[in-house]
């Protein structure tokens, strides 16, 4: 969200957005599970142009073992975007906003998972953002989940994962990167939908009292129709789609 004056047209006349969505609606979203062989569990995300792999690896034992808990299993986080993922190179080496987002992610996701029964363990997420193309923390979200659920971790419910923000004016659901740039806010939200729970809240932007709340509600339907694709990849992994058998 960087409020700058731009040449695009965020929301037309007719509340068509620049990429031809209503304001209500999600990008594409795809997941699938189980893609990669060597991880407990992974996912593949398509969330708009963001391309997403999440690898889980754990219960494992702890390196360097003083992180280890006597008490739980603990959870690491590594959101890393490839150097092709954006229009000019990214450094390969991890950013203060990587760094960031994978402390955010794993604070969103440590709420669902139930690591008690795993003490001194750790469970390893690593999402590779292959394009990014704004809102790639909810993307990234969204496929961890699916992700640890693949990994049978025990969780108390998925996180589903949307932003909603606001253009011209205007309440938009799943915010894309022109519209990030050139918007007035962004708010990113993961939510577990079974337990009604916000476990991801940011918000780059100003919004009023009356804004804030309809952005939140808006994002929260957006996770609620991600969460239906989350849980259909992860069915079409263990019941079978006749393609991931
Ligand atoms: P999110 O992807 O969760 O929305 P940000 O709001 O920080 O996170 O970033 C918005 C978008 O800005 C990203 O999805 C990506 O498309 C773009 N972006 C982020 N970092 C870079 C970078 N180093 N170079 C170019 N574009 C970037």
Redo the contacts with the bound molecule.
């Keep these: 969200?960087g409020g700058k004056e731009s040449d695009v047209v965020l929301l037309d006349e007719k509340g068509i957005r620049c990429d031809g969505r209503t304001v209500n609606q999600t990008r594409k979203v795809t997941i699938k599970a189980g893609v990669l062989k060597n991880a407990d569990g992974s996912a593949y995300i398509e969330f708009g142009d963001?391309k997403i792999i999440a690898g889980v690896f754990g219960p494992r034992d702890v390196h360097p073992k003083h992180l280890a808990n006597t008490d739980t299993g603990i959870i690491r986080c590594r959101y890393h975007?490839s150097p092709f993922?954006?229009?000019?190179r990214?450094?390969p080496a991890p950013?203060r906003?990587e760094i960031e987002?994978g402390k955010v992610l794993k604070e969103a996701l440590k709420p669902a998972l139930i690591l008690d029964k795993f003490p001194r363990t750790v469970v390893d997420v690593f999402l590779e953002?292959l394009q990014?193309?704004?809102?790639?923390?909810?993307?990234?979200l969204a496929a961890a989940s699916v992700a640890l659920a693949d990994a049978g971790i025990p969780m108390r419910d998925m996180v589903s994962a949307c932003?909603a923000g606001k253009v011209a004016d205007t309440i938009i659901l799943d915010?894309n990167?022109e519209e990030?740039?050139a918007g007035q806010a962004?708010m990113?939200v993961g939510y577990m939908p079974n337990l009604e729970k916000v476990t991801l809240f940011q918000l780059?932007g100003v919004l009023t009292p009356d804004e804030y709340k309809k952005c939140l509600e808006t994002a929260i339907i957006g996770c609620k129709q991600v969460y239906e694709i989350q849980k259909k990849a992860i069915k079409d992994k263990f019941f079978g789609d006749g393609e991931n058998q």
Excluded at 132 to 140: I, L, N, T, Y
């Design positions: 969200m963001n975007m993922s954006v229009t000019e990214k450094h950013s906003r987002i953002v990014a193309d704004g809102g790639s923390r909810c993307a990234a932003a915010v990167n990030d740039q962004d990113p780059d």
